[in-house]
């Protein structure tokens, strides 16, 4: 059984299509996780090859429900809210991981999480990699035995524009396009494809600003996301999204990265003083829209909003996402 596994990753479409050759999932809002089972031990492992087992103990009645002594599944750690829907800002209160997958104490243990479940890639001696998606999903199905912490997560054949539709109407963050014959590649690959309904995206935090105001400590944290030469770009500032309580952990975190070296390509453009950090915290932001503003004209978020921060993806993961066209990839 393989001992380690690169999740595979989907690229970003503009719109919803409709084709038989696709099957079509709801995209979960949560810390995407490869589980390894061996006997009646189970190991987490993050996209970032990060060890989560001991920051979710509750998952390991996972192995109570899988008809399999050995095997590798693909899935995503998920809050739910009292209406069953996916919330990362609950996710981000219930994490319990730290940095390098460190495990930490939680602030809210009463939060229930599920793991759903939407790929096999290994069962009893069976690498099932190189085998389609549909054979792989109808053989995950035939072993996982559904409980209030693992769920086979859905999928609908064809119908992609009326799963976004009633993805948008719950308010979910979007669904994934998956082709039927797609074996599983351990990259970023056009066989899946993602399409987003809410605007969310990982960006580095290189520095915060001097408050304003009765506000204390620092104003707004300033993003960025690599570009292919490898420069950090800065795409915009978020203030808000923040209690008191996150407010006071920013702030200790950008104290202890504080740094006098500039971390972007290019001067920061802000009406208040930047101070710079080291580049090593992972910050989920939500926005309205890339927008071009400010005097250099660059592309910038608009309206960010802190959600929280991300300790399964790495600083050198956030880059410019290229969103392509679904009408010249079909």
């Not at 939500?286 to 927008?291: I, L, N, P, Y």
Request: proline share 4%.
């Amino acid at each position: 059984m393989p001992h380690a596994i690169r999740p595979m990753l989907a690229i970003s479409v503009d719109k919803a299509f409709d084709d038989e050759q696709w099957l079509y999932e709801i995209k979960w809002d949560g810390y995407r996780a490869v589980a390894f089972l061996d006997g009646k031990a189970l190991r987490l492992v993050s996209r970032n090859q990060n060890d989560l087992t001991k920051a979710y103990p509750e998952l390991q009645e996972i192995t109570a429900h899988i008809n399999a002594r050995r095997a590798i599944l693909d899935g995503e750690i998920v809050a739910l809210d009292d209406q069953g829907r996916p919330s990362f800002g609950l996710m981000q209160q219930r994490t319990g991981v730290g940095e390098g997958g460190r495990r930490i104490r939680r602030t809210r243990d009463d939060i229930p999480i599920v793991y759903y479940v939407f790929d096999l890639l290994y069962c009893d001696s069976y690498n099932l990699m190189q085998a389609d998606l549909e054979q792989r999903k109808r053989l995950l199905a035939s072993i996982v035995i559904p409980s209030d912490v693992l769920r086979c997560s859905e999928h609908w054949v064809g119908a992609g524009t009326a799963l976004f539709s009633a993805a948008a109407q719950q308010g979910l963050e979007g669904i994934i396009a998956k082709r039927r014959k797609s074996c599983y590649l351990q990259k970023r690959s056009g066989e899946w494809l993602k399409i987003k309904i809410t605007r969310r995206q990982e960006c580095v935090i290189g520095g915060y600003t001097d408050p304003r105001g009765s506000r204390e400590n620092f104003g707004s944290i300033v993003l960025g996301l690599y570009d292919d030469q490898g420069r950090l770009i800065p795409v915009g500032q978020a203030g808000s999204g923040f209690n008191e309580q996150t407010h006071a952990q920013m702030w200790k975190r950008l104290q202890a990265l504080e740094s006098s070296r500039n971390p972007f390509f290019g001067k920061v453009e802000s009406d208040r003083r930047v101070h710079y950090v080291k580049p090593e915290l992972v910050a989920e932001i939500k926005f309205t829209e890339w927008t071009h503003e400010g005097e250099s004209g660059a592309v910038k978020m608009r309206a960010p909003v802190f959600q929280g921060l991300r300790f399964d993806k790495s600083p050198s993961e956030c880059r410019f996402e290229r969103v392509a066209s679904i009408d010249k990839l079909l």
